[in-house]
């Protein structure tokens, strides 16, 4: 009876201890080490954008064990108490309180999909019309230009001077090719210069700019190719919170009483 009397105490430590041991990750030198520090560092982990998968938890669980025993010498060094350390935890703590103001901020005044309409509405109204394709080739002196223009009208290609003479690097090493953008996209004097032109036209006169002299071409038009709302909405999502946390945060600043 006292071997079966055992046997039982010993299956009912069993079963009510587990729990307990559930709840800890390890126990480092006597001291437990709480699972709910590896999930809170995998939340952590997942806030900034990165999957926690099984193989990375490991890694996470290995990352807590280690700052267990690391913060265990510290403490037995005392450093718990030296000033750089409490210097340290007070610009933390200011760090990591903010940082939750402005996610209490965003959870409680989200974007709304009204507004994201809203937004997509305007960029769609400023970006509707028509799309060019059009090259150009840049230069300094208008002399040049005017040079260049006679030996296009002359049989040379485009494209080949472009290459050669255009000090626009990004479009000169494809012969001045700027792919497709509506008139707003440029500067203004290139934009009023290139829509007069049809399909095909070039410009018989050099065109002035901020940046010097263009030749330009219009290879192609058609009408405006908008992206949807689904595939601006995250782009649009982000604008709209970014100018709501600057509002938010310099309405504290012009409330708040600083002398």
């Known amino acids: 009876m006292k071997h079966i009397l055992t046997a039982v105490a010993l299956a009912t430590t069993v079963v009510f201890s587990a729990p307990a041991w559930a709840q800890n990750l390890a126990i480092v030198n006597g001291k437990p080490v709480p699972s709910a520090r590896l999930d809170a560092l995998a939340q952590q982990v997942e806030r900034s954008g990165r999957p926690v998968d099984?193989?990375?938890?490991?890694?996470?669980?290995?990352?807590?064990?280690?700052?267990?025993?690391?913060?265990?010498?510290?403490?037995?060094?005392?450093?718990?108490?030296?000033?750089?350390?409490?210097?340290?935890?007070?610009?933390?703590?200011?760090?990591?309180?903010?940082?939750?103001?402005?996610?209490?901020?965003?959870?409680?005044?989200?974007?709304?999909?009204?507004e994201v309409k809203a937004e997509y509405d305007k960029f769609t109204a400023a970006n509707a019309g028509q799309e060019f394709r059009s090259r150009?080739?840049?230069?300094?002196?208008?002399?040049?230009?005017?040079?260049?223009?006679?030996?296009?009208?002359?049989?040379?290609?485009?494209?080949?001077?472009?290459?050669?003479?255009?000090?626009?690097?990004?479009?000169?090493?494809?012969?001045?090719d700027l792919d497709w953008a509506t008139a707003a996209s440029f500067v203004t004097e290139y934009s009023e210069a290139m829509v007069k032109l049809g399909?095909?036209?070039?410009?018989?006169?050099?065109?002035?700019?901020?940046?010097?002299?263009?030749?330009?071409?219009?290879d192609d038009i058609r009408a405006a190719q908008l992206p949807s709302l689904e595939e601006l909405k995250p782009e649009i999502e982000q604008e709209l919170m970014q100018q709501r946390m600057v509002k938010f945060q310099e309405d504290l600043r012009a409330k708040a009483k600083i002398q």
């Open 54 to 114: 099984a193989a990375l938890r490991e890694q996470l669980k290995e990352e807590v064990i280690a700052r267990e025993v690391f913060m265990q010498e510290a403490e037995k060094r005392g450093l718990k108490n030296s000033k750089e350390y409490k210097s340290q935890m007070e610009l933390a703590s200011q760090t990591i309180l903010i940082r939750e103001l402005f996610a209490d901020y965003q959870r409680k005044n989200p974007v709304t999909a009204a």
């Open 136 to 176: 150009h080739i840049l230069v300094a002196d208008e002399a040049e230009a005017k040079a260049i223009i006679a030996a296009i009208q002359g049989g040379q290609k485009f494209e080949d001077i472009a290459k050669a003479k255009s000090l626009d690097p990004g479009s000169g090493a494809n012969g001045g």
């Open 199 to 218: 399909k095909g036209e070039m410009t018989k006169a050099p065109v002035r700019s901020q940046f010097g002299w263009h030749i330009i071409r219009v």
